[in-house]
Every structure is written in C-alpha cells, then in structure tokens.
C-alpha cells in the first residue's frame, strides 16, 4: 500500500519542486495551501492550476479571520515589501508570525483525516537566517510535537533543509518542471516585480543554474 503524505503547497517554486520530489518517491500526494490574507494570493491561482493537471487532491483553507493574531507582516499588511537581496533587518518584515506553526498544526490535522503518515513543507536553508520556523531546531521540536499529539503518529518533514533555492531549482530541472507554473513575488501584480528579496532570490537561483527565468518581470533582466 502507497503512503500517503501532505504537501503544504503554496504554489511557488519550492513547493512546486516538493510537491513534485513526493510523486516521484511513490507518496500519494494530498495538497494544502492557505489564504492567509497574503498579497501574492497569485501563488494560490498556480497552485490550483498545477494540482487540477496532476490530478492531485487539493485543498485551500481560508485562515485570513486569523489575520488579527498574524498581522505586522509587509506579506499581509499595507506595509511596503522591502527591496533588494535578502537581509535579516529588513527582510524581517516579511515575517508572518507563528505563521509556519500554525499551518503545520492544521496540516497535521489533516493528515490525520486523510490518513497521511507525514506533512512535508519548503522549508530550505536559505531561509534559515531570516525565519525563526524554517530552522531545523523548529522543524525537529515540531515533528516531535506532531508525532504525539494524535493517536496517529504525523512526521514533519522538510526536505530542502540543507539545500539553498539553486540547489533546490537544479533538483527540479533534473525532474524536467516547467516553473512558469509558479508564483514567487511578494508583490501579486501581473508582472514579478524583479526587486523584492523573493524575487531577486529567485533570479539567483536560476542565474546559478545558467538558465533564465521564465516568468515575465517589471524590470529588466
């Protein structure tokens, strides 16, 4: 019998190659994204497009009434989205919080509904500087939690732990993904912004990998 696991896909890039390594390791595949209320709610409209091809069961749960307990993030609120390459002071402002404990414990809900044996998330390497809950001490605490909390046991996982977003871009290259199926910018505009620290992320990764982006962008490349 095929283990199943869920994605928590959000329909950007790292997802969209997650979503991908579980097929490809023989998991049957339950998707979860979240509304939270986040302005590249375009990355939602990838997401539901990709799973309706791969004829993956998906789900979007609406969670933006917990806006009021996850506010003062630039992602959620009117504040301006900070600029230029990743740095921990300003980069800061895209902090959702709690936001990664929260939809682990939903997703972890989840799997147990669906029978599920793990929840998988994007958590990778590059993040880790800038986001308390992408950090392999939160990712460890909280599979410890998940595996106790029900009578049936739900593994955390984050496999990209230890890869950076070039890392994880090559690894979907391997599998052949076409990433004009996602959505990265923090700005949801009909364009990728080119300048937000996702964005400029984003860039590099595919700069390191000797390929271009294919994506259209408001600035030139």
């Not at 910018?185 to 990998?209: D, I, P, T, W």
């Amino acid at each position: 019998m095929t283990d199943t696991v869920v994605v928590i896909y959000s329909g950007g890039m790292d997802s969209f190659t997650l979503l991908h390594l579980a097929r490809a390791r023989g998991f049957q595949v339950h998707a979860l994204s979240f509304d939270y209320g986040q302005r590249h709610v375009r990355e939602l409209e990838c997401a539901r497009r990709v799973c309706t091809e791969l004829g993956v069961p998906h789900k979007v749960i609406d969670i933006r009434a917990l806006g009021e307990v996850m506010a003062g993030s630039a992602l959620t609120g009117n504040m301006a989205v900070p600029e230029g390459h990743y740095e921990e002071e300003s980069m800061k402002a895209t902090v959702v919080p709690n936001r990664n404990m929260i939809l682990l414990s939903l997703a972890t809900g989840y799997a147990v509904t669906a029978g599920a044996v793990s929840v998988w998330y994007g958590a990778h390497g590059g993040d880790h500087a800038i986001y308390p809950d992408c950090r392999p001490g939160f990712v460890e605490k909280m599979d410890a939690v998940c595996r106790v909390a029900n009578y049936q046991p739900v593994g955390i996982e984050a496999p990209f732990m230890g890869s950076d977003k070039g890392a994880i871009l090559a690894q979907g290259m391997k599998m052949g993904l076409d990433y004009s199926k996602t959505w990265t910018c923090y700005n949801g505009r009909e364009k990728a912004c080119g300048r937000c620290g996702s964005c400029v992320e984003r860039l590099e990764a595919f700069a390191k990998n000797g390929l271009s982006d294919p994506l259209p962008y408001e600035v030139a490349r």
